[in-house]
Structure formats: structure tokens, C-alpha cells
């Protein structure tokens, strides 16, 4: 079946540096890509749209200076937290979308990060 | 707008217990439903999927039936394992390509 992977799993970093998060789609090819945020205990959280050659749409809140989204190929999309603070600590999840199969979605196993 | 509500947890059973979890939907047009599956550090599983109204979506012994005239789209479960623990998410998608996510219920299942 299909699947996304997602790299690092885990991050730690310190205050004020910034994390680049990758998400690939191994057999397939996404020209749409989701980035969600999801803090302990609940749910998903849209953060951004990320479209094969063309810029992210972000959500309503969400700082796209400070969320860099790169959809650079159609298996490849970047998220880079900028400068980054205690508080941007959290499980990030990123969601693959298949054209050929109805768009279905296909999520990464998620990556922790966590400020110091 | 669109919206997805479910039951409140954490949702506590023994082995074997039957499951339900509620989930009711608000949406414009017909959206497309799906339950959803998160163990724990990991990211999220797709359990089952139901596009149009009466169909029944099932998997691993999970099955939730897409109720146009209720709104709902509930989980249930003849005989729950200790390997059902886990969060679960329902979620709804209309054309617009975004999925819209409730807000997670979490399942203990005891020995």
C-alpha cells in the first residue's frame, strides 16, 4: 500500500535554531501535501496546504515566516520551523494525498520535536 | 461550516467488551467520512472510510455505518482487544480536499 515516511522521528533543539522536517511519498506521486500539529491529548490541527511547485496556503494563525513550507518535487515537502522556541514543541504530522486513489490521504508516523 | 463531534473520553473496557464510539458530523454537501487510528508516538492509520449515505465501512473487526438522516458515522466493535488501545479520530472530507478531524477518543482496553 502506500506510504509516507517522515524524517527526523524525533528532533531536539535548542532555543533559536531551526528544524527542517521532511515528508515523502514513497510509491506514489503527491502534488498535495498536508502539514498538521497536534499537541498532547488532542486532535489534529491544519497548519498548511502544500501544493507541488507552487506556495503553501496556511491556515487562519498559522506564521508562514516561521513555518517555511518547500513543495520542491512531487514526492518531497519540507517544513522548517524558524527560530524556534519552547512553545513550536510538538508532535508534527504530515499527510500525502493520492490523485489515483480518489485523493485519499495518507499519513507520516509524525515527528516530536521539542525545544529547549 | 463543517464540523465533526465525538464522544468524550477516555473509554475504559474489559476484554471482549463491545465498543461504541459516537461521532456526529455538520457538513454542506456530502461528504466523505473516515475513522481514523493513532497508537501511541505514532501518526495516524486509516480504519475505515464510508463515501456515501448507507454505505457501511469495516476493517479488523471495526465497522460504522454512514446515517445521512442522523448525521452520524459511529465505531463499534463486537469484541474489543488489548491491542485496540489506542486514539481515534473521526473525520470528514468534502471536495475542498481538506480533512476536518474531531477531537479524538482514547480507548483503554484492560486485560
Redesign the interface.
Known sequence: GAVVS?HPSRVICKSGTSVKIECRSLDFQAT?M?WYRQFP????M?MA?SNEGSKATYEQGVEKDKFLINHASLTLSTLTVTSAHPEDSSFY?C?A?NADRG????????T?LTVT | GNSVTQMEGPVTLSEEAFLTINCTYTATGYPSLFWYVQYPGEGLQLLLKATKADDKGSNKGFEATYRKETTSFHLEKGSVQVSDSAVYFCALKTGGFKTIFGAGTRLFVKA
Do not use: A
Open positions: 517522515q498535495t498536508f491529548k488532542q486532535s489534529l491544519l496546504t504530522i499527510s494525498q485523493n485519499e490521504q495518507y499519513f507520516g508516523p509524525g516530536r
